[in-house]
């Protein structure tokens, strides 16, 4: 019964845009590779053109454990769940208890008087509509959610007027947060400034602070609350990101976790077979490597080799010796022999996936006044950028590299089919 509401209901939040396009977390067709992706579109252009951004992420204290029952049926009306749906939901939400087993003694039971239950279909889309209204007190800066996770940014020359504004969103965040009953936690919460490294700060790191509710109360008299920490790096939604845009933070945390796994594969290898260690390196290397590929894949080419030397260090226990030896002096032969993409097709390969059918993107075929061989080949116009951050936009990259794909594919439609054709045609590729 759960099942057939929470369907049915995420059908109707979505189908209606009720749910705020911020948000990326558990929604069909939505998920962090959708937010990442469209996140890092969003700063490669800001750097594009030369502007500083400002990011804040925000952190919640044990969000989905403090929601109250009240505040939450007001936010699902809001949403349109009204009767008898909303009383359904306010008897799921209410007597509820909850008690611990040590050994074979129980403690006594207590009631559950806030948040949604643990491990409960209804759990996540009650949060969604929960939060449904946070991104619309933001009057200056884009956002990004997944459930709980909120991230704020802005870009601009003058620092002092983009902070202004900035200061602006996050005390409206805090008091939507004390409205709603969500705890911010404020110690947690990072400030990030990421600029190209040949722009010059004219200040030193901007001062945002997320006051306290009762300092609202004062007028901001007497705050002694603490600025938001200024870092140089932040980890969010599994990916780390450094004040360059560089990606080299997350290059060698995928390098590290890559390099702990190879010593156990090692070991493994003298004790299983290698349709086993095949199955191991599909499941757990190819999952760290797959995760936001779309998105940190557009860095530069030597940060892209030292992944691909890792991946080659693997392949070597995927084959026999024989093979081995015989691919010694040209290892890259190892990708071919075992079937499996290198980093920097995996990387166009997701791209295209990913990108594909996206209304956002506005493809367009050359059309010159004379004929030259893109036309005939109904290839798509690929524009000028100024800088390397403007050359990994999506609106430069997405048709750059469909124009590296044969024309049958490029023009495939289905999703499915060019998801088919292009595995094969990525895997007769590779060197």
């Known amino acids: 019964m759960e099942k057939c509401i929470v369907n049915q209901l995420g059908k109707y939040l979505q189908q ?99 948040g ?35 991230c704020i940014l802005r870009a601009g020359t003058d620092i002092q007027e983009t902070c202004q504004l900035i ?28 600029r190209s490294p040949y722009t ?4 030193s790191t901007p001062t945002l602070i997320t006051h306290e509710y009762s300092c609202f109360h004062n007028d901001l008299k007497n705050c002694k609350c603490k600025p938001i920490e200024a870092v140089n790096s932040v980890t969010y939604l599994g990916v780390k990101i450094d004040e360059s845009f560089s990606w080299s933070c997350h290059i060698d945390y995928i390098c590290n976790k890559l390099r702990i796994l190879l010593s156990k ?17 599909l499941s757990l290397v190819e999952s760290i490597i797959s995760y936001a590929l779309d998105s940190y894949g557009l860095t530069f080419k030597t940060y892209i080799n030292k992944i691909e030397s890792l991946q080659i260090r693997f392949l070597k226990l995927l084959v026999t010796k024989k093979t081995k030896l015989n691919c010694k ?24 996936i990913n990108q594909h059918g996206r209304k956002e993107h506005d493809l367009s075929i050359v059309s010159n006044t004379y004929n030259t061989r893109s036309m005939p080949a109904g290839k798509y116009n690929v524009p000028r950028v100024h800088n390397y951050f ?42």
């Open 16 to 114: 209606n845009n009720i749910i705020n396009k911020c948000q990326h977390g558990f929604l069909k067709g939505r998920s962090t590779s959708t937010l990442l992706s469209e996140f890092t579109d969003e700063i490669n252009n800001y750097l594009e053109d030369k502007k500083i951004v400002i990011a804040i992420f925000f952190d919640y204290k044990k969000a989905f454990d403090t929601l109250q029952k009240d505040t939450l049926i007001n936010a699902m009306e809001e949403c349109g769940v009204r009767q008898p749906l909303n009383k359904w939901f306010s008897d799921y939400l209410t007597a509820r208890s909850y008690r611990v087993k040590v050994s074979d003694t129980l403690s006594d039971s207590v009631k559950v008087r806030s």
């Open 116 to 150: 949604v239950p643990q491990g409960s279909g209804c759990g996540p889309i009650c949060y969604l509509m929960h939060v449904n209204s946070l991104c619309g007190v933001l009057r200056h800066c884009s956002s990004y959610m997944y459930a709980d996770d909120l």
């Open 167 to 194: 200061q602006q969103d996050v005390d409206a965040v805090v008091k939507w947060s004390h409205d709603n009953g969500i705890i911010l936690n404020a110690d947690k919460t990072k400030l990030l400034v990421i």
């Open 200 to 203: 010059h700060l004219s200040i």
């Open 265 to 281: 594969f090692y070991h493994l290898s003298y004790k299983v077979p290698i349709n086993i260690l095949r199955s191991l390196y």
């Open 329 to 352: 002096g040209d290892y890259k032969k190892l990708f071919k022999i075992c079937n499996i993409l290198p980093v920097h097709l995996k990387h166009r390969y997701l791209l295209a």
């Open 390 to 431: 403007g050359d990994r936009t999506l609106k430069k990259r997405v048709p750059y590299v469909l124009n590296s794909l044969p024309a049958d594919i490029r023009q495939e439609n289905n999703r499915k089919l060019f998801k088919v054709k292009l595995k094969k045609y990525f895997h007769k590729i590779i060197e």
